[in-house]
């Protein structure tokens, strides 16, 4: 493999006894582009592999050591055995399983209709245990939406790649019984399909009448984080949808996929989140005057630089920790992580990074005489991105947009890391939610 461009993760071997220099590494399993590698663990008995296929998480296991006449094969020509997971799988992390002679294996699973569960998976009996899992199924949930089950262990059935094997909903503490999740591929403005998911509660969904929040990131490679949050159950019993769009530029879709969204490539990071704005409207899941965008990091880059394309088409924002002046902040290499950024957003330097820097930079493209959204800007004194980006962006959005006293800018900042305090997690949460409530839904 050595010298060749490859998109996805791959495994290879080679003896341990081997006195060969270089070693000779050969190919575990043949490249599949709709079934692609995302993790490995071991243990002595079985080897772990966390895969997508088609764009779906799987688990599965298979038995050691590997039959050298499979070596080379296609995954699904393997004896693999797949465990089981509950439905709309966001991300699967492996624990710490650092007992090699161990049969159980640790993983944290996420959804965005499930608090994460923390699983054990005993690959030898064939059981499997949650470990944590907060379960949200009380009486009170019970008594507003109807009445819920739980239990915590059940056996892994034996099922191979090719046969459904999902897990009974009532194991996971799942609430899919009062929140719907659906997936689409949105097409954006050159074709790439862009993935999409919503999610609303079954009680309060009606169609074109609905408030929506659409997250995005779309950076560095990191995948969209859609795990099932607390704080979103307010806006969810409000009837709101939350929306989760996977741009270019974020993880989950291999190499390209990223490489696609950064550099010279940028504005399709941005473009792709209006193309999911203007589905979540056009398709009447939200209602067009009540959609509202939210960003983290990098995230707040890409919300920002929608609204300045397309400003009508949002009533409100949150942007959090954001990145809003990259021309400036790219050119001072003596900033935290600034040389970091040069590989994600490109190099001022270079005459075609610089161009690409100017067209998406946030601060730099606030449109005159234009009503903008509602904006609340949260940032610390205590963040990579320096906290004067957030204050001179929303001076300049003040100074050149229409006022309208519905429409306020707010600018927020602390002293202190939010993301290392619970409770100033849950005071800025709140703030935000209020926020959104009032801009949006009043």
Same mark, same amino acid.
């Given at each position: 493999?050595?010298?060749?461009?490859?998109?996805?993760?791959?495994?290879?071997?080679?003896?341990?006894?081997?006195?060969?220099?270089?070693?000779?590494?050969?190919?575990?399993?043949?490249?599949?582009?709709?079934?692609?590698?995302?993790?490995?663990?071991?243990?002595?008995?079985?080897?772990?592999?966390?895969?997508?296929?088609?764009?779906?998480?799987?688990?599965?296991?298979?038995?050691?050591?590997?039959?050298?006449?499979?070596?080379?094969?296609?995954?699904?020509?393997?004896?693999?055995?797949?465990?089981?997971?509950?439905?709309?799988?966001?991300?699967?992390?492996?624990?710490?399983?650092?007992?090699?002679?161990?049969?159980?294996?640790?993983?944290?699973?996420?959804?965005?209709?499930?608090?994460?569960?923390?699983?054990?998976?005993?690959?030898?009996?064939?059981?499997?245990?949650?470990?944590?899992?907060?379960?949200?199924?009380?009486?009170?949930?019970?008594?507003?939406?109807?009445?819920?089950?739980?239990?915590?262990?059940?056996?892994?059935?034996?099922?191979?790649?090719?046969?459904?094997?999902?897990?009974?909903?009532?194991?996971?503490?799942?609430?899919?019984?009062?929140?719907?999740?659906?997936?689409?591929?949105?097409?954006?403005?050159?074709?790439?399909?862009?993935?999409?998911?919503?999610?609303?509660?079954?009680?309060?969904?009606?169609?074109?009448?609905?408030?929506?929040?659409?997250?995005?990131?779309?950076?560095?490679?990191?995948?969209?984080?859609?795990?099932?949050?607390?704080?979103?159950?307010?806006?969810?019993?409000?009837?709101?949808?939350?929306?989760?769009?996977?741009?270019?530029?974020?993880?989950?879709?291999?190499?390209?996929?990223?490489?696609?969204?950064?550099?010279?490539?940028?504005?399709?990071?941005?473009?792709?989140?209006?193309?999911?704005?203007?589905?979540?409207?056009?398709?009447?899941?939200?209602?067009?005057?009540?959609?509202?965008?939210?960003?983290?990091?990098?995230?707040?880059?890409?919300?920002?630089?929608?609204?300045?394309?397309?400003?009508?088409?949002?009533?409100?924002?949150?942007?959090?920790?954001?990145?809003?002046?990259?021309?400036?902040?790219?050119?001072?290499? !003596? /900033?935290? @992580? #600034?040389? *970091?950024?040069? &590989? $994600?957003?490109? +190099?001022?330097?270079?005459? %075609?990074?610089?161009?690409?820097?100017?067209?998406?930079?946030?601060?730099?493209?606030?449109?005159?005489?234009?009503?903008?959204?509602?904006?609340?800007?949260?940032?610390?004194?205590?963040?990579?991105?320096?906290?004067?980006?957030?204050?001179?962006?929303?001076?300049?959005?003040?100074?050149?947009?229409?006022?309208?006293?519905?429409?306020?800018? !707010? /600018?927020? @900042? #602390?002293? *202190?890391?939010? &993301? $290392?305090?619970? +409770?100033?997690?849950?005071? %800025?949460?709140?703030?935000?939610?209020?926020?959104?409530?009032?801009?949006?839904?009043?």
């Amino acid at each position: 493999m050595q010298g060749q461009p490859v998109d996805h993760h791959y495994l290879l071997r080679t003896p341990v006894t081997s006195s060969c220099s270089p070693r000779n590494w050969e190919n575990v399993v043949t490249n599949d582009q709709l079934l692609t590698i995302e993790d490995v663990d071991f243990c002595h008995s079985h080897l772990l592999l966390t895969v997508k296929d088609r764009g779906k998480y799987g688990l599965y296991s298979v038995s050691l050591p590997l039959s050298n006449d499979k070596v080379g094969a296609h995954l699904k020509e393997f004896n693999l055995q797949k465990l089981p997971l509950p439905d709309h799988v966001s991300q699967i992390f492996p624990g710490s399983n650092y007992d090699f002679n161990s049969s159980t294996m640790r993983f944290t699973i996420t959804s965005p209709v499930m608090p994460d569960a923390v699983v054990d998976y005993d690959l030898l009996s064939g059981q499997w245990t949650i470990v944590q899992q907060q379960n949200l199924l009380y009486e009170r949930t019970r008594v507003l939406y109807g009445s819920a089950s739980s239990t915590s262990n059940s056996r892994i059935p034996n099922n191979n790649l090719s046969e459904n094997n999902a897990a009974d909903e009532s194991t996971w503490n799942d609430l899919s019984e009062y929140y719907a999740c659906e997936e689409y591929e949105v097409p954006s403005y050159d074709g790439a399909l862009i993935p999409l998911t919503i999610l609303y509660s079954r009680h309060r969904k009606t169609n074109g009448e609905n408030p929506g929040l659409l997250h995005g990131h779309g950076a560095y490679g990191e995948v969209l984080d859609k795990r099932w949050r607390n704080e979103m159950k307010s806006l969810l019993d409000r009837g709101w949808v939350i929306a989760y769009a996977d741009v270019r530029g974020g993880g989950g879709g291999g190499r390209k996929w990223h490489h696609d969204g950064r550099r010279t490539k940028k504005l399709n990071s941005v473009k792709d989140y209006i193309s999911c704005a203007k589905f979540l409207v056009e398709r009447e899941v939200v209602q067009e005057t009540k959609l509202a965008g939210c960003g983290y990091s990098a995230g707040g880059f890409l919300v920002a630089s929608a609204i300045n394309y397309c400003p009508d088409l949002f009533r409100a924002a949150v942007l959090k920790v954001p990145f809003l002046d990259p021309t400036h902040t790219l050119l001072l290499p !003596i /900033l935290p @992580l #600034t040389p *970091d950024d040069y &590989e $994600e957003f490109g +190099y001022p330097g270079d005459i %075609e990074d610089f161009r690409s820097i100017r067209e998406c930079s946030p601060y730099d493209n606030i449109r005159k005489d234009a009503l903008y959204p509602a904006i609340l800007v949260t940032s610390s004194f205590n963040t990579r991105f320096g906290v004067w980006e957030a204050a001179k962006w929303v001076a300049r959005v003040r100074e050149y947009s229409i006022y309208d006293p519905s429409r306020p800018v !707010i /600018l927020n @900042l #602390t002293t *202190d890391i939010v &993301e $290392e305090n619970r +409770y100033l997690q849950s005071k %800025e949460a709140a703030m935000e939610t209020a926020f959104l409530i009032k801009m949006v839904d009043s």
